[in-house]
């Protein structure tokens, strides 16, 4: 099934087309990655299909809906998760809160209002954690985590909105190279068990090549490539404009 459908997507600022109309599918399931250069267009399509931005024209479709230019708020409460390059997190508050909080806000339990929070979805909170590895700390605050592990926090708390579509900005930066490759790895086992579509953007091509169905490839704002890791891999455009003697290296 096809979750999100993305046509002829515009945006400019100032005379300078950031993303020049583009057009993408990502279905249930799948994990599509979204790569380029620097200034490509990547960031702001992001924030057009969280409703961060509005865009100058073209469509945004989940699920069959039309969401382009609705607000944030909208567009989470109908299925659609983030996860930040930076992560999101309460610092202050535990593990467990955090991933309590997102329920809180997604069930909008109004009876929160008079209970304490940490008596709130403590079970689902506590499931969540189970399934991203993070149980053992349910009860430490963020701020003293390793930065492996607070990434594994913001998947559950994306999680925690039952999201059908998944954007996930740089999910690994700042990771060491085994911590990229077992999130990722977790990321693509949660995303066919729940059916979730995933768009993901990354800078390490190991990463993409390693773990994402498709790729799509933007510079400039414009769509250059896509199709499977390997039908981009030879792509001559990709190869010249984007990744270079990098393709060449791993051959």
């Known amino acids: 099934m096809t979750v999100l459908e993305v046509r002829a997507l515009y945006k400019g600022f100032g ?5 020049a109309g583009i057009d993408f599918d990502v279905a249930a399931g799948e994990l ?5 250069p620097n200034g490509a267009g990547k960031s702001t399509c992001f924030n057009i299909l969280n409703g961060q931005l509005r865009p100058d024209g073209g469509s945004v479709r989940l699920a069959g809906r039309e969401i382009a230019g609705l607000p944030p708020g909208h567009i989470s409460r109908l299925g659609v998760g983030r996860t930040f390059q930076i992560t999101a997190t309460f610092g202050s508050m535990t593990v467990a809160e955090n991933v309590q909080t997102a329920l809180i806000a997604h069930h909008r339990d109004l009876a929160g209002l008079w209970r304490p929070a940490a008596s709130l979805h403590r079970a689902a909170a506590m499931a969540l954690l189970e399934r991203v590895g993070m149980a053992a700390q349910a009860d430490r605050a963020c701020g003293v985590l390793a930065y492996g592990d607070l990434k594994r ?3 559950a708390v994306a999680l925690a909105n039952d999201p059908m579509l998944l954007l996930m900005d740089e999910p690994t930066a700042g990771m060491a ?3 990229r490759v077992e999130l990722m790895a977790l990321t693509a086992e949660i995303t066919r068990e729940r059916n979730i579509a995933v768009l993901f953007t990354e800078h390490d091509m190991d990463v993409v090549f390693g773990h994402a ?3 799509i490839v933007l510079n400039r704002g414009a769509l250059i490539a896509s199709g499977t890791p ?3 891999r030879a792509n001559r455009r990709v190869r010249e404009l984007y990744l270079g003697e990098s393709v060449e290296a791993e051959r």
């Open 230 to 232: 390997q039908e981009v």
């Open 32 to 36: 599509l990655a979204m790569i380029g």
């Open 177 to 179: 190279p085994a911590e």
């Open 15 to 19: 005379g300078v087309q950031a993303v």
């Open 213 to 215: 169905d498709r790729i």
């Open 153 to 155: 926090v913001e998947l």
